[in-house]
């Protein structure tokens, strides 16, 4: 167990590991974390809400191809299906688009404004969202996490160039900076990136949130460099490289743990108004911004084309906020959470 690790069991509580209760000896942090958070139920059951959507949005295609029997881009202006014994148009002579049908093989949740399957739309869209948002998280994570520890450990002139870089990225609005680098990369292409593709989304939106972590994880290091395991592996003629990334990148673990859906909801919702203001995931993909953005403009006849992904973003984006406030207080040694 790292040096800071085993100092969190021995000060976790007055009286003692885990609150009170007895503890067996070499528990580590994260067995006690995970107690703490198995007893928090609101967590706990937002967990499993998150991974029941995240399993829903992974079986798109399946659903689409074996179930629905149509595809996310497959358009009908003027087909018909029987809907409670009566044949109804997916799309009136006014462009509504029809409204759930609740029959899981066609158009369970309505049409949109070109007639394609809400359902089948909507689940290809929430794969989207969260492939960018992970993949973002990703990137935000670890170069937010390498440029913390190296801004840190080093100080002096490597630190100041690294905070005041962050400090400019920090300055702009998240949302106005993405905008302008998508917009970018749209019109004049930047560097490798010629379009805008989910990839191109994903490391834009990672790429504005790297001072979010860079800060914290910064600060942390400022005060790990100067404890006694870092002295003595000083004094053990260890390279920078080896007591940074082998000493201190270890006991930054409960930070990292932290923030990660913390940073994965921030990406998810950051993507959701890159696509809606049209700077984000473009036709035919879909996304849930794009599919809020679209179903605007049938709003309130296709009310359900804006309620419906609605719905499922702010679902999403509070399960993971939820279940990251559970794992800050599981891994919060003073947590008033009983083991």
């Given at each position: 167990m790292?040096?800071?690790?085993?100092?969190?069991?021995?000060e976790?509580?007055?009286?003692?590991?885990?609150?009170?209760?007895?503890?067996?000896?070499?528990t580590?942090?994260?067995?006690?974390?995970?107690?703490?958070l198995?007893r928090?139920r609101?967590?706990?059951?937002f967990?499993i809400?998150?991974?029941l959507?995240?399993?829903?949005?992974l079986?798109?295609?399946i659903?689409?191809q074996?179930?629905a029997?149509i595809?996310?881009?497959?358009?009908?202006?003027?087909g018909?299906?029987r809907?409670?014994?009566?044949?109804?148009?997916?799309?009136?002579m006014?462009?509504?688009?029809?409204?759930?049908?609740?029959n899981?093989?066609?158009?369970?949740l309505?049409?949109?404004?070109?007639?394609?399957d809400?359902?089948?739309?909507?689940?290809y869209?929430?794969r989207?969202s969260?492939e960018?948002?992970?993949?973002?998280?990703l990137?935000t994570?670890?170069?937010?996490?390498?440029l913390?520890?190296?801004?840190?450990?080093?100080?002096?002139?490597?630190?100041?160039?690294?905070?005041?870089?962050?400090?400019?990225?920090?300055s702009?609005?998240?949302v106005?900076?993405?905008i302008?680098?998508?917009?970018v990369?749209?019109v004049?292409?930047?560097?490798?990136l010629?379009?805008?593709?989910l990839?191109?989304?994903a490391?834009?939106?990672?790429?504005?949130?790297?001072?979010?972590?860079?800060?914290p994880?910064?600060?942390q290091v400022?005060?790990?460099?100067?404890r006694?395991?870092?002295?003595?592996?000083?004094q053990?003629?260890?390279s920078?490289?080896?007591i940074?990334?082998?000493?201190?990148?270890?006991?930054l673990?409960?930070t990292?743990?932290?923030?990660?859906?913390l940073?994965l909801?921030?990406?998810?919702?950051?993507?959701?108004?890159?696509?809606y203001?049209?700077?984000?995931?473009q036709?035919?993909?879909?996304?849930?911004?794009?599919?809020?953005?679209?179903?605007?403009?049938n709003?309130?006849?296709?009310?359900?084309?804006?309620?419906?992904?609605?719905?499922?973003?702010?679902?999403?984006?509070?399960?993971?906020?939820?279940l990251?406030?559970?794992?800050?207080?599981?891994?919060?040694?003073?947590?008033?959470?009983?083991v």
């Open positions: 790292s040096a800071i690790n085993s100092e969190i069991l021995l976790e509580s007055p009286d003692g590991p885990g609150g009170g209760q007895d503890v067996p000896p070499g580590s942090i994260y067995a006690l974390a995970w107690k703490r198995r928090n609101v967590a706990m059951f967990g809400v998150f991974i959507l995240v399993v829903l949005c079986l798109a295609p659903y689409s074996d179930v029997h595809g996310p881009n497959t358009e009908n202006l003027t018909q299906i809907v409670g014994g009566k044949l109804e148009y997916v799309l009136s006014q462009d509504v688009p029809i409204g759930p049908t609740w899981i093989h066609h158009y369970f309505g049409a949109d404004e070109s007639g394609r809400l359902a089948v739309r909507l689940l869209g929430g989207a969260l960018i948002g992970v993949v973002a998280m990137i994570m670890i170069f937010g996490t390498m913390g520890i190296i801004s840190g450990y080093f100080r002096g002139f490597a630190d100041g160039l690294i905070s005041r870089t962050m400090d400019i990225i920090w702009y609005p998240a106005l900076l993405g302008t680098l998508n917009t990369i749209i004049n292409g930047l560097g490798p010629h379009s805008t593709t990839l191109s989304t490391i834009v939106v990672g790429f504005v949130y790297i001072p979010y972590i860079v800060r994880v910064r600060a400022l005060t790990l460099r100067e006694e395991f870092v002295d003595a592996a000083r053990q003629g260890l920078h490289a080896r940074m990334f082998g000493e201190l990148l270890p006991n673990s409960s990292i743990v932290v923030f990660i859906p940073m909801a921030n990406s998810i919702i950051l993507e959701a108004a890159l696509s203001l049209g700077a984000g995931v036709a035919p993909n879909s996304s849930w911004g794009t599919m809020i953005q679209s179903g605007l403009q709003f309130p006849g296709g009310f359900n084309t804006v309620l419906v992904p609605g719905i499922m973003l702010v679902l999403t984006v509070m399960s993971v906020n939820i990251g406030d559970g794992l800050r207080d599981a891994l919060d040694p003073r947590s008033k959470v009983k």
